[in-house]
């Protein structure tokens, strides 16, 4: 272990990660929002930033973005990509960062995922089991 590195100094860098990350979020969500990028694109989707996870060093920031419908998804994520350099620099004007992080951009599947559970637990299959489990309580 490096000598400049104290016992329980990852929590605290980890903290300092989903910190930055928040941060990073509510500054992007409002760029989009304000219809700041000059892009035909982003300027007819709303998109919405659910998370933003950094990395350690906190030069890397993987933005989870879901446009409101789910369409238009690889169009978007497209149109992020070109505008990275003015989001980068837009967001690292607001953020008070040593380093603007570079950003990546990734369709959140939190939401399908979820709605596909919720379908998968409305399942006759499923109810029949609930049902069973619960009588035998």
Same mark, same amino acid.
């Given at each position: !272990?490096?000598? +400049?590195?104290? @016992?329980? %100094?990852? %929590?605290? %860098?980890?903290?300092?990660?989903?910190?930055?990350?928040? &941060? !990073?979020? +509510?500054?992007?969500?409002?760029i989009l929002s304000q219809g700041g990028v000059h892009d035909p694109v982003l300027e007819t989707n709303l998109i919405t930033v659910p998370e933003v996870r950094m %990395?350690?060093?906190? @030069?890397?920031?993987?933005?989870?973005? !879901?446009?409101?419908?789910?369409?238009?998804?690889?169009?978007?994520?497209?149109? $992020?990509? *070109?505008?990275?350099?003015?989001?980068? *620099?837009?967001?690292?004007?607001?953020?008070?960062?040593?380093?603007?992080?570079?950003?990546?951009?990734? &369709?959140?599947?939190?939401?399908?995922?979820?709605?596909? &559970?919720?379908? $998968?637990?409305? *399942?006759?299959?499923?109810?029949?089991?609930? @049902?069973?489990?619960?009588?035998?309580?």
């Open positions: !272990m490096p000598k +400049h590195q104290q @016992k329980g %100094s990852s %929590s605290a %860098s980890a903290q300092r990660q989903l910190r930055v990350g928040e &941060i !990073m979020r +509510h500054a992007l969500a409002e %990395s350690p060093d906190l @030069k890397l920031a993987t933005v989870y973005v !879901m446009p409101l419908g789910g369409r238009n998804t690889e169009l978007v994520l497209k149109a $992020l990509a *070109t505008n990275k350099g003015f989001l980068r *620099t837009e967001a690292a004007r607001r953020v008070n960062l040593k380093f603007a992080p570079d950003l990546r951009f990734r &369709i959140d599947e939190r939401f399908d995922e979820a709605e596909r &559970i919720e379908k $998968l637990l409305r *399942t006759p299959a499923v109810q029949r089991d609930l @049902k069973t489990d619960s009588d035998e309580n």
